[in-house]
């Protein structure tokens, strides 16, 4: 692809660029920054818009193999380019998971013949999920993972996680838990306080999340691991967090728009939309989440885009699956919630995702793949869930 791209304000905070320029763009490649006398090749006028490094969502579920009524590789990447996301995380809950190589090199071929998005498999910590013995990560990592996570299902066993994170090192990927100890969280389908009680639901206290987040930053700074904390949702967890990384601990934490978003209360009238894992919070912890974001103690905003079919969401709240869509909703979210720098916004969407992960980084440079994302913060837009 040959283009390019004048007047933009382009703004790439690991580079700290921000300025008013052209950028030339050859063989799908950024060849020159700067004012350009190019002929020859189309012609984006940029003019009043942000250009940035292509936004890149680190926590999506593509459910393919195993659950394509659902989601394929193919749908989930045209709803993240529909959301301004150049690239995405596939986590490994397929059916089978993505625990060995086999997989793994499915969805990187599948993913280059039909997303029109980048997709970076993310490979299982324990074979089959079940937390017994680790899975093939060496040869995974080989076959194209840039992290590892037992996802939805954490890992209970300390040992286990310790090796992870110890073993993980020898490939510079992160190890990345759902904080979750499943003995206070049983049963629950919501979070608990006030609500859960007039509603008659059993509740998941904050403190599952907490107890977890608190022995996995003692086994990072144990092992020196690098340790990447999904969908943080209470202000414990965000407290802890942030004294660790003041401590130097190897610690990232990414949040959700619907925990930025939302409050347990958009649960009242039992709508299985607001269903999830971690569940939507108190107001106090939504408070505490958006000091985070702020203070730059969360390091990333991903989506934990989780489809599941409408017939499934149609059923009864405690039977309902878990889980919400967000690839088209999230950068719409954060610029209307969170009003925050433009610099502070992309860090949180590209680069600090890019160093997450283990991926080749992509930014405002020559050289760099052309994987732009391009912002008109002054266009007003409305999501129709039926044509998404």
């Excluded at 791209?5 to 921000?18: E, F, H, K, Q, W």
């Excluded at 007039?198 to 930053?217: F, W």
Aim: charged share 20%; aromatic share 6%.
């Amino acid at each position: 692809m040959d283009l390019l791209v004048r007047n933009g304000r382009l703004v790439d905070p690991a580079r700290n660029i921000d300025t008013v320029t052209d950028l030339v763009i050859r063989a799908g490649k950024i060849r020159a920054i700067g004012a350009a006398n190019v002929s020859g090749i189309p012609a984006f006028d940029a003019t009043g818009f942000i250009v940035a490094p292509g936004f890149f969502d680190i926590h999506v579920h593509l459910r393919e193999p195993g659950t394509e009524e659902a989601e394929t590789i193919a749908t989930g990447g045209s709803a993240a380019v529909a959301g301004g996301f150049t690239a995405i995380a596939a986590m490994p809950n397929t059916y089978p998971p993505n625990d060995n190589p086999s997989i793994t090199h499915y969805i990187v071929s599948e993913a280059r013949r039909s997303s029109p998005a980048r997709v970076f498999p993310i490979g299982t910590i324990t074979k089959a999920q079940k937390g017994e013995t680790l899975a093939e990560i060496g040869e995974m990592f080989e076959a194209g993972i840039v992290g590892v996570s037992d996802d939805g299902k954490p890992v209970m066993d300390g040992q286990l996680f310790r090796r992870a994170l110890e073993y993980a090192q020898m490939f510079d990927i992160p190890v990345i838990q759902h904080c979750e100890d499943l003995n206070l969280s049983k049963g629950g389908v919501m979070h608990e306080g006030m609500y859960s009680t007039r509603l008659g639901l059993k509740g998941i206290p904050a403190a599952a999340e907490e107890t977890m987040v608190s022995r996995d930053l003692i086994l990072s700074d144990m092992t020196g691991g690098k340790y990447h904390i999904a969908h943080l949702s209470t202000r414990r967890s965000v407290q802890m967090v942030r004294d660790a990384k003041g401590r130097g601990l190897r610690v990232s934490a990414e949040v959700t728009p619907h925990h930025f978003t939302l409050t347990d209360a958009a649960v009242a009238d039992y709508d299985t939309n607001a269903k999830m894992s971690p569940p939507l919070r108190s107001a106090d912890d939504v408070a505490a989440v958006l000091e985070g974001i702020r203070d730059g103690t969360i390091d990333a905003i991903a989506s934990d885009h989780a489809p599941h079919h409408i017939n499934l969401k149609m059923l009864e709240f405690d039977r309902a699956p878990f889980g919400i869509t967000g690839l088209e909703t999230a950068v719409g979210l954060a610029l209307t919630r969170l009003q925050l720098p433009i610099r502070r916004l992309i860090e949180l969407f590209s680069t600090n995702a890019q160093k997450i992960m283990k991926v080749a980084p992509w930014g405002l440079f020559e050289g760099s793949d052309a994987d732009l994302t391009v912002l008109d913060l002054n266009r007003a837009w409305t999501f129709d869930v039926h044509q998404s």
